[in-house]
């Protein structure tokens, strides 16, 4: 069975903070990582994507893959209320199936 | 505007009742899928379909069906709904597989 392991959380972080969200998944052949960001009765939206080794940025937001420890996180910066949610981690592997971590809550005190 | 519609939004039926969740895409997306969320499990896939008349287990199929017969449509079908189907699903669709998927409002189904 394919997993994609997330600490539940709730972690909670000050405002300004920096969040770090973390991500495992047991795949070696997964070839495509995203972030969803899921607000309490909404649908999940994605956040970052990325599918190579190393970091990627877009804004406050950096993504980081590291496919040999198959791990991959999602760094928030300057962290505002507006960015408390649940935050999915999905992985797209073999079999064009795609699996989703539990999702970590992240709440940030103002 | 660019979307995933679903409907009904909300649903209380009861044991094997057959029903029917429509789902559709205005994106002219290939990749569709019907997921299913449960406190503490996260979003599960019920099934996909790659393309039209393409379709596929996912990792909790049992108890569904579904159909491609459009590009734009991919219907969630419970022959036989029981209680352990009561769930908040959602249907997404991307451009491709492995391109990042686009979800619908939900449908919160309670089946009594």
């Known amino acids: 069975q394919k997993e994609v392991e997330q600490n539940s959380g709730p972690l909670s972080v000050p405002e300004g903070a920096i969040a770090s969200l973390n991500c495992t998944y047991s795949?070696?052949?997964?070839?495509?990582f995203f972030w969803y960001r899921q607000y309490s009765g909404k649908s999940p939206e994605l956040i970052m994507s990325?599918?190579?080794?190393g970091d990627k940025e877009d804004g406050r937001f950096t993504a980081q893959l590291n496919k040999a420890s198959q791990y991959v996180s999602l760094l928030i910066r300057d962290s505002q209320p507006s960015d408390s949610a649940t935050y999915l981690c999905a992985v797209y592997g073999g079999g064009f199936k795609t699996i989703f971590g539990a999702g970590t809550r992240l709440f940030v005190k103002a | 505007e660019a979307q995933v519609t679903q409907n009904p939004r909300y649903l209380i039926t009861v044991t094997g009742k057959k029903l029917t969740v429509t789902c559709s895409q205005n994106?002219?997306?290939?990749?569709m899928s019907w997921y299913r969320q449960d406190p503490g499990l996260g979003l599960r896939q019920i099934y996909y379909s790659m393309n039209v008349e393409v379709t596929d287990k996912g990792d909790v199929p049992e108890g569904y069906k579904v159909s491609r017969k459009e590009k734009r449509n991919f219907p969630l079908i419970l022959e036989s709904p029981s209680p352990n189907q009561t769930s908040l699903y959602f249907c997404?669709?991307?451009?491709?597989?492995?391109?990042?998927?686009?979800f619908g409002p939900g449908t919160r189904l309670t089946v009594l």
């Open positions: 795949d070696r052949g997964s070839q495509s």
């Open positions: 990325i599918y190579s080794n």
């Open positions: 997404a669709s991307s451009l491709s597989w492995e391109n990042e998927q686009f």
């Open positions: 994106m002219n997306h290939e990749y």
